[in-house]
């Protein structure tokens, strides 16, 4: 049965397509076939397009169809499939904005790797008006869906990321995958990249809560502090 590596490799094959006179692509000719609805030829494509590649490779029940995005995002969210990890096979929901309201989710992708930066790489449709790869940090990530692949995904546990120990004061992409993952948890924080007065509050609030795993409530984020965050 098809897994998360044929969605890849049929995503991939589809590298450099674009849109037609009209913006008409596809995709969206395919799901507008799929609905009875030929306004869908030329509409807005990411998510018709990862629509269209699931269904070639046999995978349309455990990925969906969809053209709109939040209804999307919520479709996983309903059957126990939305998270904040980044998986290889996730479906991967972005807001511009940065929020985590699914409501407000903007874009769609397919990731394909997990980068030891913390960034991800995906396969997307509609970006620059073609199907292309992209390298995005976590920052503008509402979350991911995690289709229920036969066999399960190839993606490595976060926790298997070497992440450097993280001090007040500290900046960048590692940063910002805290803070994603301290609202993951229930904390709610900007996902700015700087670890200030409120991130540290966070982290003390997330150890002293995890003492038994954590050891010390000091506010720093290091090994035994990221393997409690990533579970």
Same mark, same amino acid.
């Given at each position: 049965?098809?897994?998360?590596?044929?969605?890849?490799?049929?995503?991939?094959?589809?590298?450099?397509?674009?849109?037609? *006179?009209?913006?008409?692509?596809?995709?969206?000719?395919?799901?507008?076939?799929?609905?009875?609805?030929?306004?869908?030829?030329?509409?807005?494509?990411?998510?018709?397009?990862?629509?269209?590649?699931?269904?070639?490779?046999?995978?349309? *029940?455990? @990925?969906?169809?969809?053209?709109?995005?939040?209804?999307?995002?919520?479709?996983?969210?309903?059957?126990?499939?939305?998270?904040?990890? #980044?998986?290889? %096979?996730? @479906?991967?929901?972005?807001?511009?904005?940065?929020?985590?309201?699914? !409501?407000? @989710?903007?874009?769609?992708?397919?990731?394909?790797?997990?980068?030891?930066?913390?960034?991800?790489?995906? @396969?997307?449709?509609?970006?620059?008006?073609?199907?292309?790869?992209?390298?995005?940090?976590?920052?503008?990530?509402?979350?991911?869906?995690?289709?229920?692949?036969?066999?399960?995904?190839?993606?490595?546990?976060?926790?298997?990321?070497?992440? #450097?120990?993280?001090?007040? %004061?500290?900046?960048?992409?590692?940063?910002?995958?805290?803070?994603?993952?301290?609202?993951?948890?229930?904390?709610?924080?900007?996902?700015? %990249?700087?670890?200030?007065?409120?991130?540290?509050?966070?982290?003390?609030?997330?150890?002293?809560?995890?003492?038994?795993?954590?050891?010390?409530?000091?506010?720093?984020?290091?090994?035994?502090?990221?393997? !409690?965050?990533?579970?």
């Amino acid at each position: 049965m098809s897994k998360a590596s044929d969605l890849i490799a049929k995503a991939l094959s589809q590298e450099g397509t674009g849109e037609g *006179k009209g913006g008409v692509t596809k995709y969206g000719t395919w799901y507008a076939t799929q609905v009875h609805d030929n306004a869908y030829k030329a509409a807005a494509w990411c998510d018709m397009f990862v629509s269209w590649c699931a269904d070639q490779v046999g995978l349309g *029940k455990v @990925i969906g169809r969809y053209a709109y995005t939040p209804s999307h995002a919520q479709w996983f969210a309903d059957n126990g499939k939305w998270g904040q990890k #980044p998986k290889v %096979g996730a @479906i991967v929901f972005y807001d511009w904005g940065g929020s985590h309201n699914r !409501a407000a @989710i903007d874009h769609v992708g397919i990731v394909t790797k997990v980068r030891s930066d913390g960034r991800i790489q995906t @396969i997307e449709g509609n970006t620059n008006d073609q199907v292309a790869q992209r390298v995005r940090d976590l920052s503008t990530v509402a979350g991911f869906g995690y289709p229920a692949y036969p066999g399960g995904t190839t993606a490595p546990k976060p926790s298997s990321t070497p992440r #450097p120990l993280l001090k007040y %004061g500290a900046t960048g992409t590692h940063v910002k995958y805290l803070q994603q993952r301290l609202n993951a948890k229930g904390y709610h924080l900007a996902v700015d %990249g700087v670890f200030g007065p409120k991130t540290r509050a966070a982290v003390r609030a997330f150890q002293a809560a995890h003492k038994s795993a954590v050891v010390w409530v000091d506010g720093e984020v290091g090994p035994k502090t990221w393997t !409690a965050l990533a579970k």
